[in-house]
């Protein structure tokens, strides 16, 4: 069933996961047209099947669709990106005047997603529990990468599957400013001592696009891509 769940419940033809992939981008403005729990559902059990370090599967998801409870939830993202924009550059930081004008229309963007934010029709977070996960021996702690990188893969399945489905998502994390006000709203549980159990890995609102799809800039993968030794370029 789970092969043809987008077919047999009328989401229309599959998309190529290629294609899927190359246009999830950064989806900032909704349309107010609702996004069903059963689509949100869907996104979920993508997500859920990511890799993860040892198979142990550390997030938690929470999803906000009360209207009162996104309102609560866009209070403290608001006063998250208020004070995070005091610190961002001004368009005069760039090289040129291409990248000053990428940046003006991301900054804006995202200052319309943080007043705006209550209307997208969903919120998911992502939270990781807070635990040890440096391991050690005789010979002292090692290195085997941090726990959210157990995390973040299911937070792209989420998103793309998302795009699969015509909905638009933005990975945001800058409510983790305000970590504690935002975990008490969702009524995430503290250890016995008040400190928290869990961090917000990823919050992200989700809705129909007002704007469209598409391939976003990158830098071109040869730019950053060595082989077989840093510095070893193979240029297009």
């Avoid at 005091?86 to 997603?113: I, N, V």
């Avoid at 002292?140 to 157990?150: E, K």
């Avoid at 015509?166 to 009524?187: D, F, K, Q, Y």
Wanted: glycine share 6%; proline share 6%; net charge neutral.
């Amino acid at each position: 069933m789970e092969v043809h769940l987008k077919r047999e419940r009328g989401y229309g033809r599959w998309m190529d996961a290629l294609d899927a992939i190359m246009t999830t981008r950064a989806i900032r403005r909704f349309t107010d047209e609702p996004v069903t729990d059963e689509e949100i559902a869907v996104c979920l059990r993508a997500a859920q099947q990511a890799p993860s370090g040892g198979n142990v599967q550390p997030q938690q998801y929470v999803v906000v669709t009360a209207a009162d409870r996104r309102a609560e939830i866009a209070t403290w993202y608001r006063a998250s990106f208020d004070r995070y924009e005091k610190t961002l550059p001004d368009s005069s930081a760039f090289r040129d005047e291409a990248a000053a004008e990428s940046w003006r229309k991301t900054r804006a963007a995202s200052r319309h997603l943080a007043d705006h934010v209550q209307e997208a029709p969903a919120i998911v977070f992502f939270l990781q529990p807070i635990i040890a996960w440096t391991p050690s021996d005789d010979e002292g702690p090692m290195d085997i990468g941090r726990l959210d990188g157990s995390v973040y893969p299911a937070v792209q399945n989420f998103c793309v599957a998302a795009r699969a489905l015509g909905i638009g998502t933005s990975l945001t994390t800058v409510i983790r400013i305000h970590a504690a006000e935002t975990l008490a709203a969702l009524g995430v549980p503290a250890n016995d001592d008040g400190s928290p159990r869990y961090e917000i890995a990823a919050c992200i609102p989700m809705g129909r696009p007002a704007g469209n799809f598409g391939v976003a800039p990158r830098k071109p993968a040869s730019a950053v891509t060595h082989w077989n030794t840093f510095g070893d370029r193979r240029r297009d």
